[in-house]
């Protein structure tokens, strides 16, 4: 495993700069102007790019013969646009805020599938690779339990302002652990008549590739649900009388989804083979009963270790995700089937996100359950689009033994020469 545990503690420092700007911009932007309008707006725009600059991302990844230069580069401007941000807003016009937010997101598929997509180059094929998988999915994790939490209280003891400055410290960290890792040219091993990969490279491999198009169509549809859950959390503490524990119901679902992606970790360690297909369904298949718990819970305790378990069963989905496209994805689109999932997943919460603030009006155990049924449809949608399993090759028959020619005894007559 070269460098691996470096790449652990960079993907940690990316995706908690990352995990953490959702609330940072609203927190930022209501100190400053006292509206969060503002801010969602800035975190819309940081948003919407990930599914447009996923393929061109993934694309430029796998075609670059600097793949360092790329990595770190991608890192530095993501960094950069935190700062600015935590300079511009509330106090640049809106146009320019917009516009460093788009620049800025426009390199998050590059810190979250672009990242993951160099497991493949620094750990061997096989059981230490599904296990490097599992750890790289409980950073994912790790993140979302802690980056809102510290981004939350820097602020609480001070303004938005320094929060924004941790986020932008956690970029440069990642960037300058990237920038320690081994790198292999991705170029490297092809032909040089092989076509270069495309920017619609990984859509053609998640279309074509049934275990991809299975997944990204499976995962796509559970995180519309996903997305919704933080403000469903809010509405649903609010009915159980405890206005103030949403986020304490979302907390929850982020350590059980941690407990859940370091758990499968210990479990892969152990050398336990599992079908990833498989453990994606289960996964959604979990996520979604609990959630039907949550739904007729009468008090937050008894919510709380519902979304604790839905989360427990949640986290391993990504491990599976992460591995399915390692093990599916053609070579010289890996990057880019990487980035996509992830910029859809991205784009899919934020639809679910806006679907759940039109629906707010409803009681709050029937968004849960339309939540859960998001989760279990998806368990439907991926079983379909894999179709039956594939059995396993049968091994080929052993070469039949070639009996040695006669040989003529010595004093017998030579065969005559053949005729024309």
């Known amino acids: 495993m070269r460098g691996f545990k470096r790449y652990l503690a960079a993907a940690l420092a990316g995706r908690f700069a990352s995990e953490g700007m959702g609330i940072a911009l609203v927190l930022l932007a209501l100190e400053r102007t006292g509206s969060a309008a503002n801010g969602a707006f800035v975190l819309t725009a940081w948003l919407a790019p990930h599914v447009l600059a996923a393929p061109l991302a993934g ?123 081994p790198y292999e040219d991705p170029r490297a091993g092809r032909r040089d008549a092989a076509p270069r990969p495309t920017a619609g490279g990984g859509f053609a491999a998640l279309w074509r590739v049934r275990e991809l198009r299975a997944i990204s169509a499976a995962t796509t549809l559970a995180f519309v649900g996903i997305g919704a859950l933080s403000t469903t959390a809010v509405l649903l503490a609010r009915s159980l009388g405890a206005p103030g524990a949403g986020g304490a119901l979302m907390t929850a679902f982020a350590v059980g989804a941690l407990s859940g992606s370091v758990l499968l970790a210990r479990r892969r360690a152990s050398g336990r083979a599992d079908d990833p297909g498989l453990l994606a369904r289960w996964a959604l298949g979990g996520t979604g009963v609990a959630l039907v718990a949550v739904a007729f819970a009468p008090t937050v305790p008894l919510a709380a270790a519902g979304f604790a378990l839905a989360g427990v069963c949640d986290g391993p989905l990504l491990t599976a995700t992460l591995r399915i496209r390692a093990e599916h994805a053609p070579d010289a689109v890996r990057a880019q089937v990487f980035t996509l999932g992830a910029g859809l997943k991205v784009t899919a919460a934020a639809a679910g996100a806006a679907l759940v603030g039109l629906a707010a009006g409803r009681p709050p155990g029937m968004l849960v359950l339309g939540i859960a049924a998001l989760q279990l449809a998806a368990v439907v949608v991926h079983r379909a689009a894999a179709g039956p399993a594939r059995p396993a090759a049968a091994p080929l028959p052993a070469p039949a033994a070639v009996p040695p020619a006669p040989v003529a005894p010595r004093d017998a007559p030579q065969d005559a020469p053949a005729g024309p």
């Open 59 to 181: 694309a430029a990844a796998a075609r670059t013969p600097r793949p360092r230069l790329f990595h770190v580069g991608a890192l530095v401007c993501f960094t950069l646009a935190v700062a600015t941000l935590s300079v511009l807003v509330g106090r640049a016009p809106v146009p320019v805020v917009i516009a460093v937010a788009v620049a800025g997101g426009s390199c998050g598929p590059m810190v979250t599938g672009g990242l993951s997509s160099l497991v493949a180059s620094l750990v061997p094929a096989g059981a230490g690779r599904d296990q490097a998988y599992a750890w790289d999915a409980a950073t994912y994790n790790a993140a979302g339990v802690t980056a809102p939490a510290v981004v939350g209280l820097v602020a609480s003891l001070g303004s938005a302002g320094p929060a924004m400055a941790v986020l932008a410290c956690s970029g440069a960290l990642a960037a300058v652990l990237a920038a320690l890792l």
